[in-house]
């Protein structure tokens, strides 16, 4: 697969950009910019029927081998595919440096409100975080500052540089 990328493609490290080098058919003119944004904001390619993400062909590209199962975009922006923003990841690593998913309901990523069974009592504000299969239970907390802390400071200490907070 790598010998035909090279043969089809050129890449540039410094812009991320992935260029054609021969023309293909005729909508696709050899040093044209490959690809098209998915909603997600990835650039996917299609290479002999089959789509791959542009990050994955800038990695077997610039460093002439299979790129690992994940890849994480650094700065968390998917459509820049410059190698300086490309690293080799865990799925775990992948994970800690995205943004709280779409369905948290407080926007803070690991924590969220459960309510207390106990009419006396107002509740508490749950910390966790994920690290593989297992799941670390971070404790309750009064509040939500209080979890996010916890959970920061957890998160911070397994991912390291892969973590992002926000």
């Known amino acids: 697969m790598i010998d035909k990328l090279l043969s089809l493609y050129c890449y540039d490290p410094e812009t991320g950009l992935i260029t054609r080098k021969i023309d293909a058919g005729y909508r696709w003119k050899a040093g ?77 990523k690991g924590c969220y409100f459960v309510k207390s069974k106990n009419p006396n009592m107002d509740g508490a504000w749950r910390a966790q975080c994920r690290v593989g299969k297992k799941l670390h239970d971070l404790g309750r907390h009064k509040t939500v500052e209080l979890a996010q802390a916890a959970y920061n400071e957890f998160a911070n200490k397994v991912f390291g540089d892969y973590y992002s907070p926000t």
């Open 32 to 108: 044209q910019i490959a690809g098209s944004k998915t909603g997600e904001g990835y650039i996917e390619i299609k290479v002999q029927g089959k789509v791959i993400g542009a990050h994955r062909i800038a990695w077997m590209l610039y460093y002439k081998e299979n790129p690992p199962e994940f890849i994480d975009h650094i700065n968390r922006d998917p459509s820049d595919n410059r190698i300086c923003n490309l690293r080799a990841a865990t799925k775990s690593q992948n994970g800690a440096n995205r943004v709280a998913l779409s369905n948290n309901k407080t926007g803070i």
